[in-house]
């Protein structure tokens, strides 16, 4: 469990608590005590046991996941059930005169919406986990050269794209693809901010970001620094390009929070591309992005 993560969950957390306030009021506040005699207290021991697994649950998930669509998704539909098993439980407690009835009337509802909310979050977190598996398969596609992977962004380094390259580059029936090279912009002055702790943790969300963006054929790699390279099979240069620049596109629009300050900061990438050419040479092809790139850069 990360507790840290709760600090990212603020909004959330509200939410939670105002729902078990809105329930607490809504039932003492429109019902009468009921006589002591008169409560059932196996009901509120299995009535209120579900309530307080419900926030359990709530608890878990906030602790275990980054804030986002699916654990938004999952904790509303959570805190929907917890609401009717809250009035539920209430019900023993109170009794409501004729114009107050509805409430126990709609207890129901709430758990309805919520468990077709909690549907529709664990499907999104199944289609997650598909996209997290086709990751690790892409990282051990061909040998799972461990010593080879970079130990903060988990990808390879640049001495396995250049022996991907190289086998390819040996066979005129494979040497259809192109290299992209892509480096962050103004990353030394984010480290200089934040601190390289925060610079590696950035490093690893990009590399995330790169994976997700690219297809089950695709390899990518952290070439040096803040620059990554990619091998695009059996693609042309537009094609190329038009991958990088989704890349980008998810990159610009990643809202990195930081521990120290817990501000939102955006980053930008720059980018280059190529295909392979007759008579390329391992060097002679990232030599050139390379080049590309820089190019790009200073302009």
């Not at 903060?152 to 090279?181: C, H, W």
């Not at 040479?281 to 850069?297: A, F, P, T, Y």
Request: hydrophobic share 50%.
């Amino acid at each position: 469990m990360n507790f840290s993560l709760l600090a990212q969950h603020n909004h959330l957390i509200s939410i939670v608590f105002g729902v078990v306030s809105i329930a607490f009021s809504l039932s003492f506040g429109l019902g009468d005590l009921k006589a002591w005699a008169d409560i059932s207290w196996l009901d509120v021991v299995g009535e209120g046991g579900i309530a307080v697994l419900t926030l359990v649950w709530v608890f878990f998930l906030l602790v275990s996941r980054p804030p986002g669509r699916v654990t938004r998704l999952l904790t509303l539909g959570l805190s929907c059930y917890m609401f009717s098993a809250l009035l539920d439980m209430f019900d023993e407690f109170v009794h409501y005169a004729d114009a107050s009835a509805w409430l126990s009337m709609i207890e129901s509802i709430p758990a309805l919406m919520g468990m077709v909310v909690m549907t529709w979050g664990l499907y999104l977190w199944h289609q997650e986990q598909l996209i997290l598996n086709t990751q690790l398969q892409r990282r051990e596609v061909s040998l799972r050269e461990h010593d080879q992977v970079d130990f903060i962004t988990k990808l390879y380094r640049a001495d396995y794209m250049r022996g991907q390259i190289a086998n390819l580059l040996k066979s005129p029936e494979t040497a259809n693809f192109s290299i992209v090279m892509l480096d962050m912009d103004d990353f030394d002055l984010f480290n200089r901010l934040y601190g390289v702790s925060e610079g590696d943790r950035l490093l690893r969300e990009i590399s995330e970001l790169i994976l997700m963006n690219l297809r089950q054929s695709d390899l990518a790699c952290r070439y040096a620094g803040d620059r990554f390279i990619l091998l695009l099979l059996d693609t042309d240069l537009e094609l190329a390009n038009e991958i990088a620049e989704q890349i980008r596109a998810a990159v610009k629009h990643l809202a990195f929070k930081t521990k120290s300050k817990g501000n939102a900061v955006y980053h930008t990438l720059t980018f280059a591309a190529d295909i392979a050419q007759s008579g390329d040479k391992v060097d002679s092809i990232i030599g050139r992005v390379n080049r590309q790139l820089d190019l790009c850069k200073e302009g």
